[in-house]
Structures are given as C-alpha cells and as structure tokens.
C-alpha cells in the first residue's frame, strides 16, 4: 500500500499554463506538506496544513494556492506556470509535527516547463 | 534563525570504505534530529533519528549521534556498499515560526564497486 501518492509523476507543460498537483496519504496523519526540490536537490518547504488549515505558509508566489479538501488530501494548483517552477514537487505528511514524528514523503512530481 | 549545515558533495568511496557525513546545526531550545535518504526517483524516507543530547539513531549500519556540545549529528556507516549509493539529508524539527522541518542541503553519495 502507498502511503504517500501524488499525481502526476510528471507533469510537461507550457509557460503560462495553469496545472494541478494531487496528494493524498492514508497514514491517518494530521499534518501534510509541500516541498520543491530544486536541481541541486536543495529542498524547500513551501506549504504545511494541520487538519485541513494553513500553518505554514513560506514565501512562495501566490500563483501557488495549495487545496484540502480533507486531512487526507493536500492539493497544489499552480497558475501562469513560469520557467523558474521547473523542479520536483515532494507531498509528505506526518503524525505530530510538534513531537518527533518523521515524515513521510511521496515520490515527487517532476514538473517541466517550456 | 534556525538551520542545518551538512558537507557539500558529491562523496565517492569505494565498496566497503568508511562513511561520515558531517551534520551540524543552530537551534533554540532542544530539536529532534534527523537523516533521511533520497534514492534516485523516489521522495525522502528516514533513515534513523535521535530526540535528546547523546542519543545515538542506527538502521541499516548508519549511526549518528546527538552531540549537544558541538551541535552535530554526523552519520556514519563502517563498510558501505554500492546500493548505499543516494542523497543524503540531515534535518531538524523546529518549533521556531510553527513547527517544522529544517533540511540541510543534501549529499550525494557515489559508491564504486
């Protein structure tokens, strides 16, 4: 069983276009994130919700609005793709953020743009 | 703020050698501290953690040991082998700005056979 799905695997598109990346965990977590990995494999975090609210929000363009429709599922809806979104998208989760649960991480989403 | 510095890569050893990846970091209070593994195409999965000062993570051969008076968490592994062959991250959890993870930047490890 997966525990950390996200789709697609990759994603080709135009700049310009608006495109949508799905998360979903069944660890029964709480807490779901998202990352950007960059061709240096530097990883950012971008997004964290905690049963389906924000709680961290880094600097990250407003053409990105992440979507929860339940604690089980955290989406990414990006607009007006742009050149510098090329890089792999990580979805995790984790059981207690505040306490010293790891994260679980899915296999990424690897986002090209033309 | 808080963060996790860990040695730039790539690291190329050969079958059997000695590993140490170095991890240090600045945090207030006490975090967790933590190494995952990246291999290639997949996302991040722990590879060991330790929660308190002289806590000592292992799995698979890796060791690393919370040092609270040098602020490190280096991982080592005695003989590695060619499928040991990844990126690694050191990390920490944060209750700095609401809780979360702070990663190094990662490095990559090459072993030859």
């Known amino acids: 069983d997966t525990a950390v799905s996200q789709t697609p695997k990759y994603l080709v598109t135009q700049m310009g276009n608006d495109k949508s990346i799905k998360c979903e965990q069944n660890?029964?977590?709480?807490?779901m994130y998202w990352y950007k990995q960059d061709s240096k494999k530097f990883l950012k975090i971008m997004f964290s919700?905690?049963?389906?609210?924000?709680?961290i929000n880094e600097t990250v363009p407003n053409r990105f609005s992440p979507k929860s429709p339940d604690k089980a599922h955290l989406n990414l809806h990006i607009n007006s793709l742009e050149l510098g979104d090329s890089a792999v998208y990580f979805c995790?989760?984790?059981?207690?953020?505040?306490?010293?649960?790891?994260?679980?991480f899915g296999d990424g989403t690897r986002l090209s743009i033309l | 703020g808080d963060s996790v510095t860990q040695m730039e890569g790539p690291v190329t050893l050969s079958e059997e050698a000695f590993l140490t990846i170095n991890c240090t970091y600045t945090?207030?209070?006490?975090?967790?501290l933590f190494w995952y593994v990246q291999y290639p195409g997949e996302g991040l999965q722990l590879l060991l953690k330790?929660?308190?000062?002289?806590d000592k993570g292992s799995n698979k051969g890796f060791e690393a040991t919370y040092r609270k008076e040098t602020t490190s968490f280096h991982l080592e592994k005695g003989s590695v082998q060619v499928s040991d062959s990844a990126v690694y991250f050191c990390?920490?959890?944060?209750?700095?700005?609401?809780?979360?993870?702070?990663f190094g930047a990662g490095t990559r490890l090459f072993v030859k056979a």
């Open positions: 660890l029964g977590h709480d807490t």
């Open positions: 995790a989760s984790s059981g207690d953020p505040g306490g010293n649960q790891p994260q679980h």
């Open positions: 330790a929660t308190k000062a002289d």
């Open positions: 919700y905690n049963n389906k609210e924000l709680i």
């Open positions: 990390a920490l959890i944060t209750n700095t700005g609401g809780f979360k993870t702070i």
């Open positions: 945090a207030t209070g006490y975090p967790s």
